[in-house]
């Protein structure tokens, strides 16, 4: 009789929060809808009946004009997650160490786990910040194969300047996957994009669903050199992103000066929102950190409690421990968020 192995046994589907929400600030996603009119009438005369590019050309070569970087060393996932399940299956065998700093985003220790493979955390400081100098040591001494985390971080807010992010590139043998999910509302300087085919260890996710509001269609990015690209390009399923999700994420991609000025409006509203929770100076958040995304990350010993209100309210936003992500949102959903608090302050 099949048994299921240990390492599922125990293991529960992914539940979100779900449900009708007048303001839904918990999934980091854009709150700017795409014109649909527009992605229709682009996709009129697609044919279903064919399989679709396996390299998704066309959007790699969009994504490479858009980032200026060669569309070559581009690789196209279903969303950022395939091509962190496909680094961690294919690129490791079992057992091999990898490294992951704590908080970081889930999926760096769920793939890893799955596959078997030998999880070791190193912890951030009270900033949240990585000492660069301990996580070399520590690859080194350990013989890490693979370093995985976010830049700016997923749930922290958090910015690491890319000359600590290329010195931990420099100075360890393990292959260094750096996911940039966020670097939109940050600065492109801080990026690592344009320096993946200098190293022969580095790998730069990329993301559609945050900046590009764009979470619907799962569509992600893998930016490195060509030993890397062609060997993720052989070892993903051949038609692994859909026709229509090659063609809507082109078509975005292309529309550069759109894209942009929805970002500044994503920023603008994050910065609005900083300010008024700032002046109104709650009296149980203890700190917001310097965020670096389309979120705020605030430490409160009222995490549970405020969590639990703002739901009840139909507003949605995420707790981790003693923490609260919020989304920033549309001017509508984010006033609704400050009059739950000052209600509840």
Not at 18 to 23: D, H
Not at 100 to 105: G, M, N, Q, R, V
Not at 233 to 254: D, H, M, R, W
Not at 302 to 322: N, Q, T, W
Request: net charge neutral; with cysteine; glycine share 4%.
């Amino acid at each position: 009789m099949y048994e299921l192995p240990d390492k599922l046994k125990n293991l529960k589907p992914y539940t979100p929060v779900s449900g009708e929400f007048k303001a839904r600030l918990n999934a980091n996603e854009s709150f700017i809808k795409q014109d649909n009119e527009l992605i229709l009438s682009h996709l009129k005369n697609i044919g279903l009946n064919r399989y679709p590019d396996p390299y998704a050309k066309k959007t790699c070569e969009a994504f490479g004009v858009f980032y200026s970087v060669n569309p070559e060393l581009v690789t196209a996932g279903n969303g950022s997650d395939e091509l962190i399940s496909i680094i961690a299956s294919c690129f490791l065998k079992k057992n091999d160490k990898v490294l992951c700093f704590e908080p970081d985003f889930s999926m760096y220790f769920f793939y890893p786990k799955i596959y078997e493979l030998d999880i070791n955390v190193l912890m951030k400081n009270d900033d949240f910040l990585i000492d660069i100098d301990e996580a070399i040591e520590y690859c080194n001494d350990k013989n890490i194969k693979c370093i995985l985390l976010s830049n700016p971080c997923n749930p922290t807010s958090v910015g690491i300047s890319v000359s600590e992010i290329e010195r931990l590139v420099q100075n360890v043998s393990a292959l260094v996957v750096i996911d940039e999910a966020y670097m939109e509302f940050w600065n492109d300087d801080e990026s690592l994009l344009n320096k993946t085919d200098k190293y022969n260890n580095l790998i730069v996710l990329k993301t559609c669903s945050k900046a590009f509001g764009l979470a619907g269609i799962r569509l992600g990015f893998a930016v490195a050199g060509k030993i890397i690209t062609k060997a993720l390009k052989a070892a993903k399923s051949p038609y692994n992103v859909n026709i229509l999700t090659q063609e809507i994420g082109a078509l975005i991609l292309q529309n550069k000066h759109i894209s942009k000025e929805r970002i500044k409006i994503i920023i603008e509203s994050k910065n609005n929102l900083l300010r008024i929770i700032n002046e109104y100076n709650f009296k149980f958040f203890e700190k917001i950190y310097d965020s670096k995304t389309n979120f705020l990350f605030i430490k409160t010993i009222s995490a549970e409690a405020v969590y639990k209100m703002l739901l009840d309210r139909g507003i949605a936003i995420s707790r981790f421990m003693d923490n609260l992500r919020i989304t920033c949102g549309s001017e509508e959903e984010n006033n609704a968020l400050i009059k739950a608090l000052q209600e509840y302050n």
